[in-house]
């Protein structure tokens, strides 16, 4: 088990240069079976569901090579269309290879995803957007069985949540089907621009990404190779100007997309903070002393992410007034508050909303990480707690922060890793 030890009250001063975005990585690299030539990332985090991700591709016969930030996928020899469930339950989202694999082998079989630490993540979405397409699927004993009977056309897909994973799912699958597909109440996460730009490089003809309708004209050309520099990571970015805000200082972050986590920028602007954002650099400048910031609603993009949300709450915890935090996405992700609260602070929660009342100081104890945005928010509050902080099961915040702790260490934090 992996334990951190923080030493809080200290500033953050300095750069980070932001990291690749995993959940743009993640499609890119299921995408990249669409076709059988070579596909070449730059700007690949080094995360651990990166590593899923490459077990999986190699799992199906793709030869991948990695160096640094730099991933190469070799598909033109698919040997299997199968993820056998050890595969499956490290990477909850590889879900995402069903589309993938249907388009490219006509088949595909996994096991249910099943819930996770934020509650049931059902992937009926998923499905029926498959089965529009031509799908047939047969779900039984947890296991997936997808193939395709006659061949994959073209359909109106009308999703009832506009669903990121459900979205690219469709997106991919639809690549290889016969005629137009026409997606509605799609996600307009910027991944899901990200994912067009990559296919489009492919020869697919997709459009509208970012907007509710996205559009996919079936055939992809045969490109021997293709190379796509992954875009930095809007969760990732918004943690480390959160810490900042938290434990006070002055943080810049370089090579960030200001433009895709506007809602959380405004938010920190409202505790008091200067955000100063200049091309891709965004600073945030904190005296520590903050004021609660207006109410947090979560909602798909261009709404406050959900993702985002336990990383301002954490910004929030010394804030002098009470802050409202309503999450509208995911029916379980308050559970981080209960291991805040053994650090002082005072945060009431019942269902999909949560009022902190800002606490003049927090003070050291011993906590567990529940997931990987609750574990960065309790990193967050260490920081900006009297005293020494160990967080337990810190090895989810893995998962999506490369050099987390580096990082913070150079940035002035007081850090120890153990495991
Ligand atoms: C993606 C992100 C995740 C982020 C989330 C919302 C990746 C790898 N993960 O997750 O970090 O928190 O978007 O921005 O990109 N739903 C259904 N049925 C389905 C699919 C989804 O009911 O078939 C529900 C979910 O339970 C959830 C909501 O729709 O309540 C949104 O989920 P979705 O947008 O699909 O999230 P993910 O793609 O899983």
């Not at 699927?137 to 006659?150: A, H, Q, T």
């Not at 954002?277 to 207006?294: I, K, Q």
Request: glycine letters at 12%; proline letters at 5%.
């Amino acid at each position: 088990m992996s334990v951190w030890h923080i030493s809080g009250g200290r500033p953050l001063r300095g750069r980070v240069a932001v990291q690749g975005a995993k959940n743009a990585v993640l499609p890119i690299m299921a995408a990249s079976v669409l076709f059988p030539g070579v596909t070449r990332l730059t700007n690949v985090p080094e995360l651990r569901d990166v590593d899923a991700t490459v077990r999986i591709l190699r799992r199906i016969g793709c030869a991948v090579e990695r160096s640094g930030h730099e991933v190469t996928i070799d598909s033109r020899y698919i040997t299997g269309a199968e993820i056998p469930h050890e595969l499956m339950r490290e990477l909850r989202s590889s879900v995402i290879f069903l589309g993938a694999l249907l388009a490219r082998c006509g088949a595909a079989r996994l096991s249910m995803p099943g819930g996770c630490e934020l509650g049931p993540r059902p992937i009926d979405l998923h499905l029926g957007a498959l089965r529009a397409l031509g799908a047939r699927i047969d779900e039984s004993g947890g296991d997936i069985s997808c193939s395709v009977p006659d061949r994959l056309r073209g359909a109106a897909i009308a999703l009832p949540i506009p669903s990121v994973g459900a979205t690219e799912n469709a997106m991919l699958c639809a690549c290889r089907a016969e005629g137009e597909t026409v997606i509605m109440n799609a996600a307009r996460e910027p991944e899901i621009a990200e994912l067009q730009g990559f296919l489009n490089q492919l020869g697919a003809g997709v459009s509208g990404a970012g907007g509710p309708t996205v559009r996919v004209r079936g055939g992809i050309g045969s490109p021997q190779l293709v190379r796509h520099r992954i875009m930095p990571d809007r969760i990732v970015s918004a943690t480390y100007l959160a810490a900042c805000a938290a434990a006070g200082g002055d943080v810049e972050l370089t090579g960030a997309e200001p433009e895709h986590f506007s809602t959380v920028l405004r938010s920190l602007s409202e505790t008091g903070c200067d955000i100063i954002t200049e091309g891709a650099s965004v600073r945030c400048v904190s005296r520590g002393n903050l004021r609660a910031p207006g109410p947090v609603i979560t909602g798909p993009y261009p709404g406050f992410p959900t993702d985002a949300m336990p990383l301002m709450l954490s910004a929030s915890l010394k804030a002098r007034g009470s802050s409202v935090f309503v999450e509208n996405v995911f029916q379980n992700r308050f559970r981080f508050t209960e291991e805040l609260r053994r650090l002082g602070a005072k945060i009431h929660s019942e269902g999909r909303v949560a009022v902190v009342t800002g606490v003049d100081e927090l003070y050291g104890a011993p906590v567990s990480a529940t997931d990987l945005r609750g574990g960065a928010a309790l990193i967050i509050a260490a920081l900006s707690a009297e005293g020494k902080t160990d967080i337990l099961d810190a090895g989810h915040v893995g998962r999506g922060y490369e050099r987390f702790d580096e990082n913070l260490a150079a940035l002035g934090a007081d850090i120890a890793k153990e495991g």
